[in-house]
């Protein structure tokens, strides 16, 4: 008459509950668990992806030593004018820094090969093949170095600094005219940086950090002499220009005068019109925001050597030595010419005035 519920279906309800819910549970821990796991896997991941990029980013760019060098140069240098090697950027080849072991002196072989600009003839002398393009075991030549770049910036007379100084007979009245306006700043030597070799045929040229501490590190030209000491040079060191950027602007001489500057294709056309066939640029001086726009003529031979430069760095921030003036009369807002290419990026290699 009534429906009799059977004991033992009843008394197994519960452990069946309690067993599903202890499924349910395993299986909410096996989620969780792997929901970390594959969390960690993911981060892991991204921790090595961005260590990765920032380990490359220590590297000196292969594809392009002027900084593109690490294109920080924001493409604007980053405001590390004096610190790249990109002043070099018409100088054939810069070699990679050894890696460094424990000790200062310990190194390790490193084949690679930076390319630094393949910049042409600055209408100099053609040397022959055999003669000295680069220095030889730089690495093995520290001490002679550091000796150098040290006696240079501890140099406490114009004397004594020209005795480590590139070409100082032609340099000499250069020098006595920079630090007219220039005192020379104290910088407490610390150590030498690294060394490059830079190869260009006839010389024996390398790349040098100096570093101080009470300033940040410098980046030098560095030259190896026939009776193997090293010498600095002292123009690209300093930015060295014939006159200062701001009076050239404001006066518009129409006598070429020597500046010391960083080219770039112009983004916006320039505000006054050029001869037909000119190309021009947009210029500033590394240590002015200033800029202005120059022309050449690309037709001329004696500017190949320019557009190899331009080419070689892509026509942006490309440091060059550059001969200037306006076509004038003073003041009358035209843009300024490039009469002349007088080195390759801030380096004069050949003895011609400066």
Same mark, same amino acid.
């Given at each position: 008459?009534?429906?009799?519920? &059977? ?17 349910? *549970? ?6 969780? =668990? ?15 992806? =961005? ?42 080849? =810069? ?53 150098? =770049? ?93 006159? &200062? ?68 760095? &892509? ?14 009369? *003073?003041?009358?807002?035209? &843009? ?19």
């Amino acid at each position: 008459m009534f429906a009799m519920t &059977n004991p033992s279906i009843a008394d197994n309800d519960p452990p069946r509950r309690s067993r599903a819910r202890r499924r349910e *549970a395993m299986i909410n821990a096996i989620a969780t =668990v792997l929901g970390c796991m594959a969390l960690v896997v993911m981060i892991a991941t991204v921790v090595r992806v =961005v260590m990765v990029k920032l380990w490359e980013s220590a590297k000196v760019n292969p594809e392009y030593v002027q900084s593109v060098y690490d294109k920080d140069l924001e493409r604007r240098w980053s405001g590390k004018t004096k610190e790249h090697p990109s002043l070099l950027n018409g100088a054939s080849e =810069v070699r990679a820094p050894e890696p460094r072991g424990k000790s200062e002196s310990s190194t390790t072989t490193e084949n690679t090969t930076l390319q630094a600009g393949r910049g042409g003839p600055l209408g100099g002398s053609n040397l022959a093949s055999e003669t000295p393009s680069l220095i030889e075991g730089i690495d093995t030549k520290r001490p002679k170095i550091e000796h150098a =770049v040290r006696g240079f910036f501890e140099a406490a007379s114009l004397d004594q600094k020209l005795l480590y100084s590139r070409d100082p007979v032609r340099v000499r009245p250069l020098m006595e005219n920079y630090y007219q306006s220039h005192p020379q700043q104290p910088m407490e030597w610390k150590s030498l940086g690294w060394v490059l070799p830079v190869e260009e045929a006839g010389y024996r040229l390398g790349y040098a950090q100096a570093i101080f501490a009470n300033a940040e590190p410098v980046s030098l030209i560095i030259e190896e002499k026939e009776d193997g000491s090293f010498r600095v040079d002292w123009e690209s060191s300093v930015r060295y220009g014939e006159t &200062n950027w701001e009076e050239f602007i404001k006066t518009q001489p129409t006598s070429p005068m020597l500046f010391r500057v960083i080219a770039s294709k112009p983004q916006n056309s320039p505000p006054e019109a050029t001869p037909a066939g000119s190309e021009v640029l947009e210029i500033k001086h590394p240590d002015d925001n200033d800029v202005i726009y120059a022309y050449f003529d690309r037709k001329d031979p004696k500017f190949q050597p320019l557009l190899q430069q331009l080419q070689t760095g &892509n026509w942006k921030d490309v440091p060059l030595t550059l001969r200037l003036c306006f076509p004038g009369p *003073a003041g009358s807002g035209k &843009n300024a010419r490039i009469a002349a290419v007088e080195g390759k990026g801030w380096l004069i290699l050949h003895g011609t005035r400066s």
